[in-house]
């Protein structure tokens, strides 16, 4: 038998959590309990100390003290206790070990919503959406009725998934049917899977019938409205929130600096700059990196640099985020000489985004030779296997370069099929080098991706008038005009008297 005393659980808490705080405090009573049980006290602890235990264990990712904690509450008789058993398809799940979820929900007897909702949220978490989804559609059968956070477990697990969409849209129908779409977190679930599928109108119609909206559904709309591109609708909407007096939390500043980002918007992103410094949130570092990408869009890289510099505590994604500050401003030498730097000292591990940054400032640089030297790096020194968005900068690099030939032997043997973007560049380079048979071959691509829109004719036509091809040009127009096809007028906007 094992004995352990006070002194070995705070010892222990410490090496594992750092110094007792309100989110270790529940630990050690738990804790507590388990060992005076364990030194051979003949008092069971209660379910409610080990739910305790697990609940910790998962927020903490403490594989090797929960698995400890299954084990007793076997020993102790509890492996058939509904509440207990639904604690640990929690920890599991949020230890990402969800086979082990799944056994222990298939053990259980008889469930409640508690554990199928436990098993369709540590699905959901796992990024397995599909599966949850099948599971809630398991449950359906049942006699067991979904409450609001199933409802908001299942919705989360259907954004970003095929079908996507249709899946939203029955579920949204079930939510009316249970009476479950007057709670806020139900709608907020349901206006951002609107919002990531593109259909921010129905997303703006369910925001306006919500009759008590709090910060929550606001930041959710917020939101919605600047992954749709749609910056000035969430700029008004953040102005409305300031006026119904509610509260701004970091994600709220996050998504209006983005904001600002996208539309270039400097002056109003001072403004919310100075919100930042009022509120005390310049420490945050997701805050903080919104900032310095405001700034570098904005064109005012130093800006950027200072507040970086008045971070105490730098991480990757400051780091990130200023390299592709200075590659997006033309200074892709500065942002090569911090990324160098940061490896010398060890204060940077590049990850997946890191690199682009770094291929976006050699594209910028037209430095071909240095691109495809950073490129291997990702393999050889750091053990990342490119994904798209790297062989997309390896691809124009090789393009903008005139080296045709290579970048599409890249495409075709990376693997992943081509996206709209890389073939939009790809032909825009053939535009530019006068390549016939490289750009019929892009044109076509995009024409079968977006048979409606008219950029992939036009282009094309250029790319036949550069070398004289009148024939060829005739025959664009003809195609255009028989599939009555225009090219949208061009626009720009600015801003008068701060209007």
């Not at 910790?56 to 090797?64: A, E, I, P, V």
């Not at 991706?449 to 008219?454: C, I």
């Not at 008038?465 to 060829?472: D, H, P, Q, T």
Request: net charge positive.
């Amino acid at each position: 038998m094992v004995h352990c005393s006070s002194s070995f659980v705070h010892g222990f808490t410490r090496r594992f959590f750092g110094k007792p705080c309100f989110k270790t405090a529940s630990i050690y009573g738990a804790l507590e309990s388990l060992i005076s049980t364990v030194n051979g006290s003949t008092r069971k602890p209660i379910k409610y100390v080990l739910c305790t235990a697990l609940s910790s264990c998962g927020k903490t990712r403490n594989w090797r003290l929960g698995i400890q904690i299954h084990a007793f509450m076997i020993r102790s008789g509890y492996e058939d206790n509904l509440f207990l058993c639904s604690a640990l398809i929690d920890f599991y799940a949020k230890c990402f070990a969800i086979l082990d979820a799944k056994k222990v929900f298939c053990g259980i007897r008889t469930h409640d919503q508690v554990s199928w909702t436990s098993l369709i949220t540590g699905l959901s978490i796992n990024g397995r959406g599909i599966d949850a989804f099948l599971l809630f559609k398991e449950m359906l059968y049942t006699q067991i009725k979904p409450n609001c956070l199933t409802f908001v477990s299942v919705i989360s697990a259907c954004v970003g998934q095929s079908g996507g969409l249709q899946h939203c849209s029955a579920l949204h129908t079930h939510i009316i049917k249970q009476g479950c779409d007057t709670n806020n977190f139900v709608v907020c679930s349901l206006i951002d899977c609107y919002a990531n599928q593109g259909q921010i109108d129905d997303a703006v119609l369910l925001f306006a019938e919500t009759s008590e909206k709090d910060i929550v559904v606001y930041n959710s709309m917020i939101s919605g409205y600047s992954k749709n591109m749609l910056s000035e609708n969430a700029l008004k909407l953040f102005v409305e929130m300031r006026g119904q007096n509610l509260g701004i939390t970091d994600h709220t500043l996050c998504t209006i600096l983005n904001a600002c980002s996208s539309l270039a918007l400097l002056l109003q992103g001072r403004q919310v700059h100075s919100l930042v410094i009022k509120m005390g949130s310049e420490r945050n570092v997701f805050v903080a990196s919104a900032l310095i990408d405001m700034y570098s869009k904005g064109g005012d890289i130093d800006e950027a640099q200072r507040v970086l510099d008045q971070t105490s505590e730098k991480n990757n994604v400051l780091w990130t985020s200023m390299i592709m500050g200075y590659a997006q401003c033309g200074r892709s030498s500065e942002a090569l000489e911090l990324f160098d730097c940061l490896l010398t000292k060890q204060e940077l591990v590049p990850d997946h985004i890191c690199f682009t940054a770094v291929l976006t400032a050699c594209n910028h640089a037209g430095l071909l030779d240095k691109g495809v030297e950073y490129f291997k790096k990702m393999t050889t020194n750091y053990g990342l296997s490119p994904d798209i968005d790297q062989y997309a900068c390896l691809i124009d690099l090789y393009a903008r370069k005139g080296n045709l030939s290579k970048a599409r032997d890249v495409m075709q043997k990376m693997p992943y099929d081509p996206n709209y973007v890389i073939w939009s560049s790809f032909l825009s380079s053939c535009k530019i080098y006068g390549n016939v048979k490289l750009g019929r071959e892009a044109a076509d691509q995009l024409i079968k991706m977006e048979p409606s829109n008219a950029a992939p004719y036009l282009t094309l036509a250029h790319v036949y008038a550069r070398k004289g091809l009148w024939n060829e040009v005739a025959e664009v127009r003809r195609l255009m005009q028989q599939r009555t096809m225009r090219k949208p007028a061009g626009w720009s906007w600015v801003e008068v008297d701060k209007l």
